[in-house]
């Protein structure tokens, strides 16, 4: 298959573009920096060097294929309205589709992304969802993974200036997932041209706050890590503090306490059966106990 894949070689794209190429798909990945076209060409992908805010150039890069992965990439230059920016690159998404006449669309989304509100920038790729499901004569899937285990890594700061993980959500068991998982589950939905799902949720693992500080806290060496569950304002004022904008911080603070109230997974709970993830916490944990070294020695 001619596969076209976004998100360049990111924390799901480099895996997910390893998997296809050694599936035997002919697959072009889009990338916003030239940099990156040696290793996606290393990996034996071919590279297309240009911006998903460019509704041509996606067009272009779309037409010939038999299917496509869109995801929306972290707006690094710091846009004031996060929702909009979800929806421009929805539009431009929906319009290359379009035009381009592909029919096999998977969309990364995010679990919670069936609300219209209260779940801060999730709110974003619900309204993606809702663009690209207005496409008609296309078999689309959208990938709702739960909390990836790399936002743990934010978590280091806090560790190494308090000793405790705090965030304002953890006495409920959180579900999360490696981006290993993530990939796997996209590529199989890429390639399948039956029974091709609307919806598929990815999982890795169930964890509290306080187990997951265990298992990271015995990874790094520090046994008895607590994790300290904290207020809404003192999470927000703690976002600030690490440099993000008062919006993000706000958007993020929302978010978390989604998690907290069980509003983000409230429909993912009703799809535990479909659950692929095989990457467990404690294997992420060896991972974060790198990270969480390297940055002591920084």
Known sequence: MKIVTTGSLGNIGKPLTKILVEQGHMVTVISSSQKRQKQIESIGAKAAIGSVQNEDFLTDSF???????????????????????????????????????VKRVVDLSSFGAHLSEGTGIIVGVHRVENILNKISDIKLTHIRPTSFYYNLYGFIGSIKVTGKIMANYGEEKVPMVSTEDIAQAIAEELTKTENTKKVHYVCSDERTGPETAGILGEAIGKPDLQWQVITDKEMENALQHAGLDKELSAKLTELYASIRTGKLAEEYNNHKLDLSGKVKLEEFAQKFANAYAQKAQS
Do not use: L
């Open 63 to 101: 037409t010939g294929a038999d299917a496509v992965y869109c995801m929306v990439p972290p707006d690094y230059e710091g846009k004031s309205d996060i929702i909009s920016y979800y929806e421009k690159i929805g539009e431009n998404y929906a319009e290359a589709i379009r035009k381009s006449v």
